[in-house]
């Protein structure tokens, strides 16, 4: 079975915004540290992450034009550590007193920078759904997918709901609470080779339960060791090990859609998908191991490539994507949708992402992509080796 790569080694910083440059700079040795530690375990780590403080609000008394400032700061700093992603927190607008002028500025916040990420909280369970915020979180939306290359930064933005601090997975992150550190892993070939071992050529549906106890094993298997590390590394460095997100996510041909097709039934979107999918979320959540984040499946249609020949092929789409985060998914991710949509009918999509999260209470995300110059009907051309192009629908 081959060893899952460690997708992301984040860490949470407790120091509130703004950062100094000793603190990127002390954050950014323990990352590169971490990583050598890992890799010298015979891993390969993808990228390390910092997890930060809401923004807006440590900094809530700060004008525009002294937040854009220190986000272009930041920017500077990190470029000059080496370190790639950034988390600037959530927007906690769901709460009343949140000020909703500022969410717009999140675009203003994004759109320079190649590092910072950041999200808006349209829902939680204390205060429940503010509606007005999803019209605004679909403006940012728009306005990255107008003023980035290929409309890029919108993977540097998502809106929550029902989302707690300590997730390692971008743009997802925030943190909250000691420094800590949590890790990612880049999972789908972990599932995928569980499945695949036990099919020897049977066409035959596997039954459910077969299917929750061969990948909690696998799952236990190849996470325990990376967990273990993390641990050490944690107490190492005197931080919190916040846990490891199980979630296997995927990337290009490793792909999520391929284990849940090796079950037997058939392409996803059939029927029984649903119940394949909840039967893998169980075994994710119940193996024992220390966790955080969404511990479900993720189902990018721009990041798995078999995913995006399936939507390409009218196997799936927006609905079913959404009844799958009715069971186990991690909500809407990297949905490529027409660059005219307005903001407006981007809003809907994120009232429904954000009352499943309310109504099943659990954590739901949506990282919309509208493609800039391509309608309904017309196919991706991204340049990027990561994305796979499909249509957009």
């Not at 915004?17 to 890992?38: C, D, E, F, K, W």
């Not at 550590?81 to 600037?88: D, I, K, P, T």
């Not at 679909?138 to 707690?164: D, P």
């Not at 050529?201 to 299917?211: N, Q, S």
Request: net charge negative.
């Amino acid at each position: 079975m081959r060893t899952p790569p460690i997708r992301t080694i984040t860490l949470g910083v407790a120091d509130q915004h703004p950062l100094a440059p000793h603190i990127i700079l002390g954050a950014a040795g323990v990352l590169q540290r971490a990583s050598t530690r890992y890799a010298e375990a015979g891993y390969e780590v993808q990228t390390v992450r910092l997890s930060t403080r809401p923004i807006f609000d440590d900094l809530h008394d700060w004008s525009v034009g002294a937040l854009i400032d220190y986000a272009r700061e930041l920017q500077h700093m990190l470029d000059d550590v080496g370190v790639g992603f950034c988390s600037l927190g959530t927007a906690q607008a769901a709460r009343p007193d949140f000020p909703l002028e500022r969410i717009e500025l999140i675009a203003d916040l994004l759109a320079p920078s190649s590092a910072l990420n950041a999200t808006v909280q349209l829902a939680t369970t204390e205060y429940g759904v503010r509606a007005e915020t999803a019209l605004l979180a679909g403006r940012v939306m728009k306005r990255l997918a107008q003023e980035t290359a290929e409309g890029f930064g919108n993977f540097r933005f998502a809106a929550l709901a029902c989302v707690e601090p300590g997730c390692p997975f971008f743009p997802t992150a925030y943190h909250a609470g000691p420094p800590s550190l949590s890790l990612g892993l880049q999972g789908a070939g972990v599932v995928a080779d569980a499945l695949s071992a036990q099919r020897n050529g049977e066409i035959t549906p596997l039954h459910l339960k077969t299917i929750g106890e061969l990948v909690r094993t696998a799952l236990i298997e190849q996470a325990s060791p990376v967990v273990s590390l993390g641990q050490g590394l944690a107490s190492e460095y005197g931080l919190a090990f916040g846990g490891v997100d199980l979630s296997p996510a995927p990337m290009g041909d490793d792909s999520i859609v391929t284990a849940l097709e090796l079950c037997g039934y058939g392409p996803i979107g059939s029927p029984g998908i649903v119940a394949v999918a909840a039967a893998l979320t169980s075994a994710l959540k119940n193996t024992g191991l220390p966790t955080c984040g969404y511990c479900g499946l993720m189902l990018p249609v721009l990041e798995d490539a078999i995913l995006g020949r399936r939507w390409e092929e009218g196997f799936i789409g927006t609905h079913q994507l959404l009844l799958y985060s009715a069971v186990c998914g991690t909500g809407l991710d990297t949905v490529p949708l027409p660059g005219d949509m307005e903001a407006d009918m981007i809003a809907h999509l994120l009232l429904d992402v954000t009352t499943l999260a309310m109504r099943l209470n659990k954590p739901l995300s949506a990282r919309l992509f509208p493609v800039p110059g391509k309608k309904a009907g017309e196919r991706t051309e991204f340049t990027s080796p990561y994305l796979t192009n499909t249509l957009v629908r």
